[in-house]
């Protein structure tokens, strides 16, 4: 049973530039939670979908934006990035009230 | 808000010796809560979890937790410590009336000597 698939696992951009990450999320789970991690810190809440709709959102700017498809499977956009959007991008799927499968993250870097 | 501490940033341990990470939360009613293992570069690994009952909770690779309410604590142990299990440990807490959105800590590094 596959876990949580996330892709590309490396990414390098330029400041200004766009970017998607993409996510498949474990099998039967519904609900999709995207967390950035920079370097030394815990993970910090973006946004989480279930049902295809943004259900919640942390503290992020109006720039990460999110879509989640009839398959349950995410994308994480961020526009007009910033040195400071560098970080490991972690997806976690999960059911209602139940600890988080997270993914291996994507490592975006931007420069 | 919720928020979550671990206060030992980096902990080292010998081989063999026993283990306890701290965790501490701020909610105003029993969280849910959670201990995640990350090794370096990649994602993060459930070792346990509370939701409610038993407040001493087992979960893999030998640790257990045990949820104190009066001290807002929910500690991780283990009684002998691997070099396999150095990695970086997060504690996590997440509101039942948010759903699924959970708070991290900041992380405890754990490096495990000969």
């Known amino acids: 049973d596959a876990g949580v698939t996330q892709s590309p696992t490396h990414l390098i951009k330029t400041r200004g530039q766009q970017v998607t990450l993409r996510c498949s999320p474990k099998s039967g789970h519904d609900t999709v939670s995207w967390y950035q991690q920079a370097l030394g810190q815990g993970p910090q809440f973006i946004f989480q979908y279930y049902e295809e709709e943004e259900r919640q959102r942390g503290n992020f700017p109006d720039r990460f934006s999110g879509h989640q498809f009839p398959n349950y499977s995410s994308e994480l956009n961020v526009n007009a990035l910033l040195l400071g959007d560098s970080a490991l991008y972690l997806c976690a799927s999960s059911l209602p009230f139940t600890g988080y499968t997270f993914g291996s993250g994507t490592r975006l870097t931007v420069v | 808000a919720q928020s979550v501490t671990q206060p030992d940033i980096h902990i080292t341990v010998s081989e063999g010796a026993s283990l306890e990470l701290r965790c501490n939360y701020s909610y105003g009613a029993t969280p849910y809560l959670f201990w995640y293992v990350q090794s370096p570069g990649q994602g993060l690994q459930l070792l346990l979890k509370?939701?409610?009952?038993?407040?001493l909770v087992q979960g893999i690779k030998g640790f257990e937790a045990e949820f104190k309410r009066s001290q807002s604590s929910f500690n991780l142990r283990k009684p002998s410590v691997h070099w396999s299990d150095a990695a970086e440990y997060f504690c996590?807490?997440?509101?039942?009336?948010?759903?699924?959105?959970?708070?991290f800590g900041t992380g405890t590094s754990l490096t495990v000597i000969p």
């Open positions: 509370y939701f409610s009952g038993d407040t």
């Open positions: 996590a807490v997440g509101a039942p009336n948010t759903g699924n959105q959970f708070y």
